[in-house]
């Protein structure tokens, strides 16, 4: 069978790449410190799994409308109108089988082929795919180490072409943890109204901010921008692939359009679990929070005292994102050949900053405990050492 042409163009993800092979050296008896994939280390709470039980025990468990239960729509509107003063209504929301569907539907809804899309780099792996999916063209605006990643409006409006369709925004940022400025949040928004341009803005990590205001550009305005929003990491609910989309109740129809042939409805049981974890109590989130921010300072901490080595200084989600080029030799010339390195000489787990669109860096996440940070931290110090 000959495999179509847009499928052979799409590369796979690289964090599921470097899962892969460190899962094989664990199967293989190997202690492994696996910093790659970016999941919480933490177990669902207790109030969201019996909420899961008790759906299942009452035979929640046939198809649901595609866009999803009323309940967690509801919950989710409320939610958004609660911390950012909007008035959304269920019929704005479109939940779906985790933010990635959410945003390949929001793609598949408002770009036409030819449309160019502005991606602040460096960017999540799979927001270049889902645009050439929808045959769109990727605009990137390489955002600047001495200001920690943080795109500017400035640097927005250089990119806009009258083929500008959407900027695609994600605060705080996978992989950098960059917390884009509430004034340059502002300004960007209202560069998209003025040229009517759509703003899709991810802010799966919204619950894990540092010391700093984190702002979401729907509460400036509710009709050029859709919010993305998931469970998977604020209540460690990766696995149950909870997300969402929120905004303008036409897009939201016509993302329901799209996912009901798509992919139909989100699991039943993860959403009832999901209503749950919106509206139930909020301990664990907290308790995840305080973990984070103990392991962020550890872990810069840990990666200062070695020479050569630099990390801007993340202020949100749960990633580092140092600066590994001083080690390029001859044999290792690029962030893959470290990254396979350090997983062979120290079996230190990191994601290769070329994927994001960042030659040169790695990811490191620290959703680890604070034992498997500081063992696996100082190995990759010492490997990295012996290549001076």
């Known amino acids: 069978m ?62 649901t409308t595609a866009r999803g239960i009323v309940e967690l729509r509801e919950a989710i509107a409320q939610r958004y109108n609660n911390k950012y003063g909007t008035a959304f209504g269920p019929e704005h929301v479109v939940v779906s089988g985790g933010a990635k569907q959410s945003l390949y539907n929001l793609m598949m809804t408002l770009v036409n082929p030819g449309d160019e899309v502005i991606i602040p780099s460096p960017y999540w792996v799979s927001y270049p795919a889902l645009v050439q999916l929808a045959q769109g063209t990727s605009v990137f605006v390489e955002t600047k180490a001495e200001n920690d990643f943080k795109v500017t409006a400035s640097e927005i409006e250089a990119a806009i072409t009258p083929r500008t369709k959407v900027i695609n925004l994600n605060s705080p940022n996978n992989p950098t943890g960059a917390v884009i400025e509430i004034e340059e949040l502002k300004q960007i ?33 509710q009709e050029k921008v859709v919010s993305v929003g998931s469970a998977s990491k604020t209540y460690a609910m990766t696995g149950w692939r909870i997300g969402w989309m929120i905004g303008l109740k036409e897009v939201a129809a016509a993302s329901d359009r799209f996912q009901s042939q798509a992919a139909s409805n989100p699991n039943s049981i993860a959403q009832w679990a999901a209503v749950e974890a919106l509206l139930g109590e909020q301990d664990a989130v907290d308790e995840m929070h305080a973990a984070y921010a103990k392991r962020r300072t550890m872990v810069l901490d840990l990666l200062n005292q070695v020479d050569g080595l630099t990390c801007p200084v993340p202020e949100g989600a749960f990633y580092v994102f140092p600066d590994v080029s001083n080690f390029f030799n001859e044999e290792l010339c690029d962030s893959i050949a470290i990254a396979k390195y350090l997983l062979e000489e120290a079996h230190v787990a990191v994601v290769p900053g070329s994927g994001f669109g960042a030659e040169g860096y790695v990811r490191i996440s620290y959703a680890a405990s604070e034992q498997e940070l500081t063992e696996g931290l100082t190995r990759m110090g010492e490997a990295l050492k012996a290549l001076k």
């Open 189 to 221: 928004t209202e560069m998209a109204v003025e040229k009517d341009i759509a703003l899709i803005y991810d802010e799966c990590y919204e619950c894990f901010v540092f010391g700093k205001e984190h702002g979401n550009p729907i509460q400036w305005n």
């Open 2 to 63: 000959q495999i179509t042409e847009r499928l052979q163009a799409l590369a796979g993800s690289p964090t599921t790449a470097v899962k892969q092979v460190a899962d094989q050296l664990k199967r293989d008896g190997i202690k492994v410190y696996d910093f790659g994939v970016g999941e919480p280390d933490f177990g669902t709470p207790e109030n969201i799994k019996d909420a899961a039980v008790g759906a299942m025990e009452q035979n929640k468990t046939k198809y």
